[in-house]
Nanobody
């Protein structure tokens, strides 16, 4: 059964950092693109970052230079390092493997000003 389990969210002051993790079951991350999304209150879920199999990364303009996506194939886990956090980064963050329908339960990130 495919499962994605996010963790690492929390409450942080503006300028702080958080590292989100997503443990994935039944999908081999070494041969798949991985991605993180965010859903702010009252807004649609939006793509934040992707990591391709060849190591190429893409980021939403709003997080470029502050967020970094990575993965550990041995642990089948993906990460989102979030630095210089801003109040507008407040959202529920979800991991996903594009091509699969499953989503994780999300992890809440709240950035106070």
């Amino acid at each position: 059964q495919v499962q994605l389990v996010e963790s690492g969210g929390g409450l942080v002051q503006a300028g702080g950092s958080l590292r989100l993790s997503c443990v994935v079951s039944e999908i081999n991350l070494s041969v798949n693109i991985v991605a993180w999304y965010q859903q702010a209150p009252g807004k649609e879920r939006e793509l934040v970052a992707t990591l391709e199999v060849n190591g190429r990364t893409t980021y939403a303009d709003s997080v470029k230079g502050r967020f970094a996506i990575s993965k550990d194939n041995a642990l089948n886990t993906m990460y989102l390092q979030m630095n210089s956090l801003k109040p507008e980064d407040t959202a529920v963050y979800y991991c996903r493997v594009p091509g699969y329908v499953e989503w994780g339960q999300g992890t809440q990130v709240t950035v106070s000003s």
